[in-house]
């Protein structure tokens, strides 16, 4: 299994939109929609901002959203704001076997 | 709702570890538990999943042979046992629920191994 594509790193400015991508296979993000995203900030554990592609958590801001198309998923972030600034990273189901889940590489967010 | 790693520390190359992570606020029996880890300056890396009754494990290829996932539900707890360990092994280990398949809501704050002579 290889690991998920995303952009090393996207930057915005305050209040605009920006969006990360998460490209894959047909053997995972395009074939499940089993697609999560989650947030870290330095030093912190990471939190779950999507689920199941579109799906937010409880509390989570609906600044966040979630979408897919084929074999990539994208994350935007809305109004951006200074606390967004964080490394995101894609998850996808990859079927049970040999190992369930795969990985994005991982987006470092900039806000300017 | 709170998980809480345990068990880490610095090991010299070749020798074993075992983390531990501590479940409470919710009925643990319930839930698929997976171990993702973190080296330094680096990206997440899924490391094993474990199904809610234990009946299922899967290791990455990184750790399979070395790493052994295991859950005890009667005292709420998960482990990971690491033998064999290796400098790139170095990284801090987290807990994580998984609440529906890819679905992780729960993590703990993670807990430090450092694999060093």
């Known amino acids: 299994q290889s690991a998920l594509t995303q952009p090393a790193s996207v930057s915005g400015s305050p209040g605009q939109s920006i969006t990360i991508s998460c490209t894959g296979t047909y053997s995972d993000v395009g074939s499940y929609n089993l697609v999560s995203w989650y947030q870290q900030h330095p030093g912190k554990a990471p939190k779950l901002i999507i689920y199941e592609v579109t799906l937010r958590p409880s509390g989570i801001s609906d600044r966040f959203s979630g979408s897919k198309s084929g074999k990539t998923a994208s994350l935007t972030i809305s109004g951006l704001q200074d606390e967004d600034e964080a490394d995101y990273y894609c998850c996808s189901y990859a079927g049970s076997s040999p190992f369930p889940y795969v990985l994005g590489s991982g987006t470092k967010v900039t806000v300017l | 709702v709170q998980l809480v790693e345990s068990g880490g520390g610095v090991v010299q190359p070749g020798r074993s570890l075992r983390l531990s992570c501590a479940a409470s606020?919710?009925?643990?029996?319930?839930?698929?538990m997976n171990w993702v880890r973190q080296a330094p300056g680096k990206g997440l890396e899924w490391v094993a999943v474990?199904?809610?009754?234990?009946?299922?494990?899967y290791y990455a290829d990184s750790v399979k042979g070395r790493f052994t996932i295991s859950r005890d539900n009667s005292k709420n707890t998960l482990d990971l046992q690491m033998n064999s360990l290796r400098a790139e092994d170095t990284a801090v280990y987290y807990c994580?629920?998984?609440?529906?398949?890819?679905?992780?809501?729960?993590w703990g704050q993670g807990t430090t191994v450092t694999v060093s002579s």
């Open positions: 606020g919710f009925t643990f029996s319930g839930y698929a």
């Open positions: 994580a629920r998984e609440r529906t398949v890819g679905n992780h809501d729960v």
């Open positions: 474990i199904w809610y009754d234990g009946s299922n494990k």
